[in-house]
């Protein structure tokens, strides 16, 4: 470290640390608006170099906000397997990026001893992407100074989504077996793996695209070329198959995430703007960085229909499960796993189809890991994250079940076993894609034969409704680990008891959120009304009990 002292500091003069603010790694990274991250971007380069010497493979580094508006930005760190960085480091994340410009190399001698990294350690190579975001060309120069005060090299993908980011970086670490390591190895295996799935045919119907005008938006006419030009396959060019998306919102004109794209869709429950909605067809919603997906249609009187994250789960896991049953390992475990904003319906259509759910917090980091204890785990947030986690194991015996000469009587074995060799190569397995899941839902879809008004119609989502409510400090709110009890302030809870007692059947949880300024409120009742007026009560009850800002929240009937 001592070596480098000298051009660290000198970075850290270009990238001076702004005063009076404290950064947080949050659900997803550190989120802010943008004018406030330069010096984090700079550190989180520093800090990327410390966890490839400690893991002594190639790490990567997400310049994105996601969902957030368009001023914020972010950074995240993505682990050697393209999974979010391990719990243990955020504390190491959280301390480089709030020390002062002094404290940096003192700051970041600790992590190294800490970890016991040995200096010595070469890196290979640090990769980073990044979003279509003003500033984030930018931060990804910011990184790449601090990676470089190491003397050490970046890769720089350029603007990726971020879960081709998360591919890239897994793609490298396992030596291409994962999948090729560039852009195009991403297209390709998805290419390869939706024409298994769906033959030259394809599928006959378009789906609809908003892109959210962020970056997945320029990436679907790209996969497109891939599917239907038979450029999945460097060896065959023969392996066309059919899929036609259209893409709206593709930030040509709008401003990113701004009325629309995934989380305005959820949370507004209605069409995003940009969009001409009509009934007979299906459509998608991507988030900023293509990470969440979620599907609507509109019926014959317009009303508008949502196929969140919890549909898509079912979808997936219900598919998933059948083909599962026909390769009879009896030892391995299936399993669901939801976070508290699961719809109350879904759940118990899993469970009524015996399929075991389980709970995590708020979270890719948190799903994932807890998917990872089941031998084949569907990690589904209702906001449209998700994807499946398959053991390697478990993936050995699919693919001995799919390849072996079976006898006549097992052929349905074989083309199960086949059937989800290819699934597996279609998702993601390392984070949410909004690309690779509108490739599954198409291909699910496809295969079954079903609408998306009949795969609607699965369950009836019990009516709900989520706010957003400012105050002073979020971290005034500690809940239990599955975020649906407060523990501080005591009151909170005991307020929220009493409102959610006089309403039968229905449930709601507040939680500071991760990536915004602000406490996230969910409600569920039987019907809209009572969701709205249960969601409005739980929304002024946190407005004065912990420390509202700004307009208290209130129902306004029309
Ligand atoms: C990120 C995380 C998601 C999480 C979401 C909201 O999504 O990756 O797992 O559900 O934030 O988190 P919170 O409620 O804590 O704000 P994204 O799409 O913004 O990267």
Not at 208 to 236: F, M, Q, T, W
Request: charged share 25%; proline share 3%.
């Amino acid at each position: 470290m001592e070596k480098h002292r000298k051009k660290i500091e000198f970075g850290a003069r270009q990238h001076p640390k702004l005063e009076g603010i404290t950064y947080n790694y949050g659900t997803a990274g550190f989120r802010e608006k943008a004018d406030k991250l330069d010096a984090v971007m700079y550190r989180m380069g520093l800090l990327a170099v410390l966890r490839s010497k400690k893991t002594k493979v190639e790490v990567g580094l997400m310049v994105t906000a996601s969902h957030n508006p368009v001023e914020d930005n972010g950074v995240k760190l993505v682990d050697p397997m393209g999974l979010m960085l391990t719990e243990n480091w955020e504390p190491h994340a959280t301390h480089v990026a709030n020390c002062s410009d002094l404290e940096l190399v003192d700051t970041l001698q600790r992590v190294a001893a800490e970890e016991q990294i040995d200096a010595k350690q070469k890196v290979n190579v640090i990769i980073i992407g990044y979003d279509t975001r003003p500033s984030s060309k930018r931060f990804a120069s910011s990184i790449q100074d601090g990676v470089e005060a190491f003397d050490e090299q970046v890769f720089q993908a350029g603007c990726v989504t971020t879960p081709q980011l998360h591919y890239l970086v897994r793609g490298l670490n396992t030596q291409g077996v994962y999948g090729d390591a560039t852009e195009e190895g991403y297209y390709m295996k998805l290419g390869l793996a939706f024409w298994k799935l769906n033959g030259s045919q394809g599928i006959q119907t378009p789906v609809y695209v908003d892109g959210a005008n962020g970056v997945g938006a320029e990436k679907v006419p790209k996969l497109l070329k891939y599917i239907n030009e038979g450029k999945c396959s460097r060896a065959h060019f023969d392996k066309k198959s059919h899929l036609q998306a259209f893409v709206s919102n593709d930030g040509s004109q709008g401003i990113l995430n701004d009325r629309c794209g995934a989380d305005y869709v959820k949370i507004k429950q209605k069409p995003p703007v940009g969009m001409d909605v009509i009934h007979g067809k299906r459509y998608c919603t991507f988030d900023g960085d293509a990470d969440r997906i979620m599907y609507f249609y509109v019926e014959k009187d317009g009303a508008f229909k949502l196929l969140d994250g919890d549909k898509i789960c079912i979808l997936l896991a219900e598919f998933f499960f059948e083909h599962w049953q026909h390769l009879e390992l009896p030892r391995a475990t299936f399993g669901v796993v939801q976070t508290a904003y699961a719809n109350g319906s879904s759940t118990k259509y899993l469970n009524e189809k015996g399929i075991r759910v389980v709970l995590a917090p708020t979270g890719v980091k948190h799903i994932t890991k807890k998917a990872e204890e089941f031998d084949v785990g569907v990690a589904y947030e209702a906001n449209g994250h998700g994807n499946l986690i398959v053991k390697e194991k478990t993936w050995n015996s699919i693919i001995a079940c799919s390849r072996k000469r079976l006898r006549p009587t097992d052929r349905q074995k074989a083309r199960s076993a086949e059937v989800l060799e290819n699934l597996i190569n279609l998702v993601n397995q390392c984070v949410g894609d909004a690309l690779s899941n509108m490739l599954v839902v198409e291909t699910i879809l496809n295969l079954r034969k079903l609408t998306i008004e009949e795969w609607a119609k699965c369950y009836d989502d019990l009516p709900n409704r989520q706010l957003k409510v400012k105050v002073r400090d979020r971290s005034v709110i500690k809940t239990t680990w599955d975020e649906t009890k407060v523990i501080e302030p005591a009151a909170l809870q005991r307020a929220i008891d009493v409102l959610v007692g006089v309403i039968p059947c229905a449930r709601s949880f507040v939680r500071p959120s991760g990536t915004e300024d602000c406490v996230r409120v969910y409600s569920e009742a039987e019907t809209q009304e009572l969701a709205d007026t249960l969601a409005y009560g739980v929304a002024g009850t946190v407005y004065d009990i912990a420390g509202g800002v700004g307009e208290k929240p209130q129902l306004h009937i029309p």
